[in-house]
């Protein structure tokens, strides 16, 4: 366990050495063009590097529900299975059967250990399927995502379930397998309804103009009818029973800071929808996996802005925004666009990680 650490800062060392190899690969995409052995090196060493890293020193974090919010509350539930107590079998079912048998043979800090191992592998291993000449900067895009480190060292169950559905995806070739881990997915966290189902939709839905437009059409919707749909939705249950009672949850006197209409969240949205619409629509990029993840992206994003308005609306907002670093990042992977490209690709990353770093210091800050 790292207990050395000072967890007052736990964050603030976990955030700056990502900064530090983001400014390592900005250095080598505004030096090389991206083709060469150095970059073939580079891609090797750091996401190993990142990987080994993140697991390690997240996995070991001490206990602690000041800092990590819901880590103690999973704590408990674990020693309750470790006294003996009966599998608990009404929520998540695959995430409270890994604890269960986590509790019968291993320690709390083992557990905490391996729940990092499932939440950072899945996204290497998709990255390395997708981006096999590339896969440390579309790893890096999801490291450095805004939510990242909150569902590695908070909500650890979602986290979960969101990395083995982008491993999902990535198996799309073995449908079989593919259809396993979603499964698997959905399991260790009920939430992951939406996500799924609107992979389903987009085998049949091939139009990205209609999910632009659908996007564009749930703006107005919830400005027009906000609370209408926020009580709708806690009804339908799309993102299992537990998001159903957020949506429901009335507001708080302190929370009324954090709620309403978010324009700031909302343009942070936006970026991965002008970017598929810059790549799918006016440069024609055509890759069927890229469109299915946009398509999916689009559909779970416009679901939560028509609950915007909505009490812990946030967590709703992850289940389109776990996917935006690999909409944002994909056509730069897998096509040449631009003479510079290689260097686009730094500036791109920086940029990505400039929100985290600017919301992380200044707006929470």
């Not at 608990?88 to 191992?117: P, Q």
């Not at 779970?300 to 946030?314: E, G, L, Q």
Request: charged share 10%.
């Amino acid at each position: 366990m790292i207990d050395f650490v000072p967890l007052q800062y736990y964050f603030d060392i976990f955030i700056n050495i990502v900064f530090f190899v983001i400014a390592c690969v900005l250095l080598h995409t505004y030096t090389l063009t991206g083709f060469e052995q150095r970059i073939r090196n580079l891609n090797r060493f750091l996401s190993i590097f990142l990987v080994v890293f993140t697991i390690i020193y997240l996995g070991l974090r001490p206990v602690s529900g000041r800092y990590f919010t819901d880590m103690s509350t999973y704590a408990a539930v674990f020693e309750w299975y470790k006294a003996g107590r009966p599998l608990y079998t009404e929520g998540d079912i695959g995430f409270d059967v890994f604890m269960y048998f986590m509790a019968k043979f291993g320690s709390i800090h083992f557990f905490f250990f391996t729940c990092m191992f499932l939440y950072v592998m899945p996204l290497y291993w998709a990255c390395k399927i997708w981006f096999p000449n590339f896969y440390l900067f579309g790893f890096l895009m999801l490291i450095a995502s805004f939510s990242f480190y909150t569902y590695g060292v908070n909500g650890m169950r979602n986290g979960i379930a969101t990395s083995l559905f982008i491993l999902g995806i990535a198996l799309n070739k073995r449908k079989v397998f593919m259809i396993l881990i979603l499964l698997l997915s959905l399991s260790m966290h009920q939430s992951m309804k939406l996500p799924i189902l609107a992979f389903i939709l987009t085998y049949f839905v091939n139009d990205t103009k209609k999910y632009l437009l659908f996007w564009l059409f749930s703006i107005f919707l919830s400005i027009a009818i906000g609370p209408t749909l926020v009580n709708l939705f806690s009804q339908l249950g799309l993102g299992g029973e537990k998001l159903s009672g957020y949506l429901a949850t009335k507001p708080s006197a302190e929370d009324y800071s954090s709620i309403g209409f978010r324009y700031d969240f909302l343009l942070y949205s936006a970026a991965p929808v002008f970017a598929g619409y810059y790549f799918v629509i006016k440069r024609n990029f055509n890759d069927v996996i890229y469109k299915r993840i946009l398509h999916t992206y689009l559909i779970c994003n416009a679901m939560w802005i028509m609950v915007i308005t909505a009490s812990f609306s946030n967590r709703f907002a992850y289940l389109s925004w776990f996917l935006m670093g690999i909409v944002i990042i994909y056509p730069y992977l897998k096509e040449v666009f631009w003479e510079n490209q290689f260097y686009r690709i730094g500036i791109v990353t920086l940029l990505y990680f400039g929100f985290t770093y600017f919301m992380s210091y200044i707006y929470y800050g």
